[in-house]
């Protein structure tokens, strides 16, 4: 590839950046996409714009860039969480180190690689990329001391780099632990692994131990509930309520949200069965509730204790409760936002099948994808192409333009659109490994995404631009260090293009919301549904945070080597920092995302393993690359460099990584103290009862206000429930499970409730009738 | 090699057998060996039979063997300790597996080997013993799949045995915790990264940390000294005292136990200065103790601390204390005799760069000693020797048994006795390491010398037989399976060999304590010493655990492929059986070693690792195998066998690892009550005060007998500290360096002690003039 097929490459993106970052910033002022750009309250807001045409809409403005950019850290931090924070530290990591790679490697080794060899040069558009990088440069040359101290240079700041942001995150990371009001989570241990007897129920069972063995500190418990059986019963009844619904689409509104669409000749809705439906809603709930109830006995595997301190609770799940470590597993519990309800059931027993399970399918998976990835980069090699397909050779030979546009831009382009099944099929493997929180599960799809891309799209690619066949990779990792070496600077060229493609593009794509803005038009406008206030997602570290760190290991790899790449990087890095600090900044919540659940910064031990396990590999591709070029010094010179790299890296784990893992008892008790000495303590034990609530679906209807539809006894009117805000304020009365009257009574409410159903179906006949 | 050469050396290891426990059977009678081969008790028991001739003592005799038999278990665990019956549970695991292994593999598959090709045979004992190994089964053979069954029967049964021994170690580890009446370490926590501040004295920061978060349970608190510092200063005194005592030497006893031999013609010793040297021993304790309250300030940087409960130490141990991981870390605390005191004072900090840089320094000395390795491998191959040094030919040729001696019997000789030095080396480096207990250390080393023995005697052995450069071995892991399929067979040979050097024979010198016997000798009737009453040693479990895995380990991957060996190991295991049951059983306090520490049964894990190892091992090599037969049915059988092996595996970790990691917070609980309910709460508290003493010169010496010498203050009578019986009593009132009044008065007390020295000094001269 040539230094005009870059360009063109180059051009083409650009030109689609500033595209849609005009676009977006149109974009985003028209109020029928607000709901795609900002979130459902500043709609709300908006409303009154709606019907306006006003010229300033229509004009590209950079306004939201100062803005995003002015954004403070503290901000973010409020109101994105910590996860975010940790985001922005990344890229800004990236951008500090990238910045003083780029000056030392354009500045430094670029010359020195360009005139390495004695030949002739051509005019620089004309020059083929790789008489910019190492490969250029001659065996034996007296200026490869150069790359080696550059490479000393740029893995020295990056550890001290790594190092502070490591060190700011564990700050934060306690400063949000302690900084919080109170944290039901800090208070709560998941049990998992509850023996089961034959003569006391499950929840006797949960607190004759703890009374026993945790008197000092037990507060209470709230029993988990096998949602299987629940939502079989549930289905039962739903299919019954939708045999008859479906004789009366045309009067009943879409109150309980069933898969039916408002067709364009509707018209205004009716509310005719308004109340109705919300009542079945209602009920359903209420079901849910009673249901479970019911099944206590043979269904509880999990349980919520309660303790009177955090330190209380922290202790319970950090030690080994029983001499059967599989029994009465305790660990600390997600925020209740963040529980995953559905896999809280899962017997204990069965989880470490199941992760060895998802690890093996995450490996066949990753092996299975090389068959595309090997395709594609078939495509950017033309000579081997036109090899085994050779009618291409004619058409290719004739259009210029299509052989740069073949070789600069369509393998990425084709890379690309597999790629976006792969965090999909990774969050699936993740949900079946059976994480007991959103963010866990979010979190190990980030690792497996990440394993995924670094291995798919880095090594594979090195390795297959140079032996073709894959598998025999495997046979030989002495040679691996010489046979990166060989392959890393031929295969700077597609590296350059794909942060031209995978990076700036995809960035504003990912601004511009494309699939958003597009879903959002074919709802509204071809399938005229109603809009969704419910839905707003949550952002996807997933899938974010594994790109970023590829394009650091990219850069980390052909800094020394092939430093051409650095400031398409670099840009990358900018762009990047201004889209997702826009994204997340002080208005996220009113903006694309919505913050549901958080790590708590655990996404920062990832960053900081992949950094090192970058610096190392390029520390050992140097190896290789002054192995080949024959220089005993700069090769002795960098084998320290390694030690020295995996050393610090040891020491990180040592120093910060265990304030990732648990919490140091010191500020738990601190603060147990200070809300024991404040009495803010019998406030804090006071929520804790309506914290967990297991069925989401009755989140928002507060206990008073349910009436019971039907039967003999009460026939209430009924609250409207479509008044639900999205925010939950804890003070509200919710559904307690562990409220002793609602403990006593599961069966005669359960009757109750089916009376209900059973007279809602009457109720549904005699409209249709 | 042929059976007659195998028979030549079996002739020979099976005489050398016979002659050793012979001897043993009669020198264990003789009354000059009794301290070799009883503790020191036994020996003033027999004190009487000293002089008396009884002809029985020369006759050979079997009741040993019959006594070792019967101990039962229980015994083995009261005398011995938990790593003793973990021992014996690895070998009564051996031998059960391979009494199964050798009936299968002699009776099923040896007979398919050998008629394995339509070959004319020879006579048997001039066969080569390649003909038995499965290189002689045809390729395709329709009989391959009895080997892949003998492979799923060994495999399967060996797991089912593993998982028995393990839960019933795991139940014993219980049993001895909650059995066992008060162990200190259990209240007690070794707290390490102590942070030092300018104003308070380090004991005041440790107390002043526990009464603010660990108030409720926290005891009381003992600071441990740096050792160096005091011992600078003892070494000073002592060089001055040496001086002095150069000069009188033919007078002064040898009561300080300084290196001087008595010589043949001194006669009885006088006792002359044994009030003067015993008074100086008594003072050398006081200046240690005193030295070090003195240096209080700078030097302290670990300490021990009490808690009312064993679960508030636990839980002391098992959280994270404070924000910096590196300070106030706390774990359980080794038993008092077994605690490693020159290690405690290491900085926390210094711990991991030490553990990475000795792990570096053992792999180095792995692949260092290579080069005696692959010396012995040109041995065992005659033919390759005779080509290197051609000049071995002809005496080769004409000397049938030579050449019989050198295949035979030498390479495992010479390669024996490099391996004496591997353990020592390996205990260097664990030292090195800085762990704070002699049982973790011990443990440690056993780990290195495992690794060591596997990839010395086994993979370099193997690899080397058919590669010769061994380091080529590393560039094709997957080919290994294949390399190792056709290197087994061909070296079983040289591994039933070793079995018989190696395995036989150092068992039975391990039972006549060959060395042991030497050096009596030398010391009693050469160098005329005087019986060192103190030292017994403890069992090298760090040498004798890798030994019994590596014969597992040989026995596992031959089983099947070469399972001539099956036999002779087996003898082995039986042999072992006896001899270390002999060593360990009831009388072990009045046999050969002295139990003084314990891990608590965590040899087993390790030993758990390896067995599943060899069998994944051999699993992967018969892969290799079939696959090299081209049985693709049964390669395709032995896929599953490995992840199920592995799975088994992973429920291991799952199930009982925890427990050899932690103890269960149940029976801990349960303990404290009981102890509380039972009011023995009290007395247990009281022991805590005297349980740590960390300067053990002193031990002995109760604070009421210590007197000072010379001065002008006090000059008493010093009892005799010849007395100690070894036996420590914790309900004497020893050195407690936490009693308030001794630290009140350190630096009076140090020039006190100066002043004793002085004055000794001087006593010493006047006893010169």
């Known amino acids: 590839m040539k ?3 870059l360009l063109t490459s180059a051009g083409i993106n650009i030109g689609l950046c500033v595209l849609f970052l005009s676009l977006y910033s149109v974009l985003r002022k028209q109020p029928a996409n607000v709901r795609v750009y900002f979130g459902r309250r500043i709609a709300e807001e908006n409303e009154r714009l709606r019907g306006a045409f006003i010229l300033e809409r229509f004009v590209p403005s950079t306004g939201w860039i100062v803005k995003a950019l002015q954004c403070p850290e503290e901000e973010i931090l409020a109101a994105a969480g910590l996860d975010a924070v940790v985001f922005n530290r990344i890229l800004v990591f990236s951008i500090r180190i990238f910045s003083l790679a780029a000056v030392l490697c354009v500045f430094g080794i670029l010359p020195l690689n360009y005139f390495g060899k004695d030949i002739q040069h051509v005019r620089i558009p004309s020059e083929s990329l790789d008489i910019f990088t190492i490969g250029n440069v001659e065996v034996k040359s007296r200026w490869l001391w150069v790359h080696c101290v550059a490479l000393y240079i740029i893995s020295g700041v990056a550890c001290i780099l790594l190092y502070i942001e490591y060190k700011h995150i564990a700050r934060l990371r306690l400063l949000h632990l302690t900084s919080a009001t109170s944290h039901p989570s800090h208070f709560t241990v998941l049990v998992r692994g509850i023996p089961k007897t034959a003569k006391k129920s499950c929840s006797d069972v949960v607190d004759d131990f703890f009374t026993k063995y945790h008197s000092s500190s037990y507060l209470f418990h709230q029993v988990v509930y096998k949602v299987g059986k629940v939502q079989k019963i549930m289905t039962g009844a739903k299919k019954a309520y939708k045999k008859f619904k479906h004789f009366t689409d045309e009067t009943v509104d879409q109150g309980c949200r069933s898969i039916t669409y408002r067709c364009c000749l509707c018209g205004a809705s009716s509310n005719s069965f308004k109340l109705l439906n919300t009542e079945c809603e ?20 999990a349980a919520f204790v309660f303790f009177k301190t955090r330190y209380a609770a922290l202790v319970a799940s950090e030690i080994l409760q029983t001499s059967n470590p599989m029994k009465w597993v305790a660990n600390l519990a997600p925020e209740p936002e963040d529980v995953y309800w559905s896999n809280l059931w899962l017997p204990y027993k069965q989880l470490w099948c199941r992760r060895i399970f998802t690890l093996l399918g995450s490996i066949v998976f990753m092996f299975l994808f090389l068959v595309p990835v090997t395709f594609i980069q078939g495509l950017s090699q033309l000579e081997q192409l036109q090899q085994r397909l050779p009618f291409l050779r004619g058409i290719l030979k004739e259009k210029y333009y299509m052989t740069q546009l073949v070789t600069g831009y369509l393998p990425s382009v084709i890379l690309q659109i597999f790629l976006y099944t792969v965090a999909p099929i990774m969050m699936l493997f993740s949900t079946l490994e059976g994480p007991t929180s959103h963010s866990e599960r979010k979190r190990s799809a980030c690792c497996k995404v990440l394993y995924f891309t670094v291995w798919n799209i880095f090594f594979v690619n090195v390795l297959s631009g140079t032996v073709i066949s894959q598998l025999n990779v495997l046979s030989s990792p002495k ?18 293009t794909y942060v031209l493609t995978s990076g700036w593009a995809s960035l504003s794509s990912e601004l511009m919301q494309l699939f958003g803005l597009i879903w959002n038009f074919i709802r509204k406008y071809v399938l005229r549904m109603r809009e969704d206030t419910e839905f707003i997602p949550s952002f996807p570290y997933h899938t974010e945070v594994p790109k970023v760190l590829l394009f650091g290991l990219l850069g980390f790899t052909c800094s020394v080597l092939a430093p051409l790449i650095l400031p398409f990087l670099l840009v990358y890095f900018f762009l990047g920092y201004v889209v997702y600090r826009n994204q997340l900044c002080s208005f996220q919540l009113l903006n ?9 910064g655990l996404y920062w031990p990832i960053a900081h393993n992949t950094v090192i396990f970058s610096l190392v590999l390029t520390q050992v591709i140097g190896l290789g690359v002054f192995g080949l070029k024959e220089s005993p010094v700069a090769a002795g010179f960098t084998i320290p460099l390694i030690i020295l790299t995996l ?8 120093r910060l990584l265990p304030l990732f893992r648990t919490f140091p008892a010191q500020d738990l008790i601190d603060m147990d103290r200070e809300d024991e000495q404040s009495g803010r ?9 309506s914290a967990y609530c297991q069925f989401p679906d009755t989140e928002d209807v507060p206990l008073e206000k349910i009436k019971i539809v039907g039967g003999d006894e009460e026939q209430g009117s009924s609250s409207s429930s479509g008044e639900s805000t999205g925010k939950e304020t804890s003070e509200d009365p919710k559904m307690d499970l562990s409220h002793p009257t609602l403990k006593r009574l599961p069966i005669t409410r359960l009757r109750h409730a089916v009376r209900s159903i059973t007279f809602l179906i009457r109720l549904q006949k005699r409209g249709l009738s």
């Open 282 to 301: 209602q009920n359903r709930g209420k079901v849910d509730n009673q249901v479970s109830l019911n099944s206590d006995d043979e269904e509880c595997t």
């Open 647 to 654: 050393l610090f890296n040891q020491y990180c784990r040592n």
């Open 479 to 496: 040679d691996i260090p010489v046979q990166l070496a060989r392959a890393i600077p031929g295969q700077a060229t597609f590296f350059i």
């Open 3 to 5: 230094i005009s097929a």
């Open 592 to 600: 694309v995302y919505r913050t549901r659940y958080d790590t708590g």
């Open 681 to 689: 303590i019998d406030e804090i034990h006071h929520q804790l009862h």
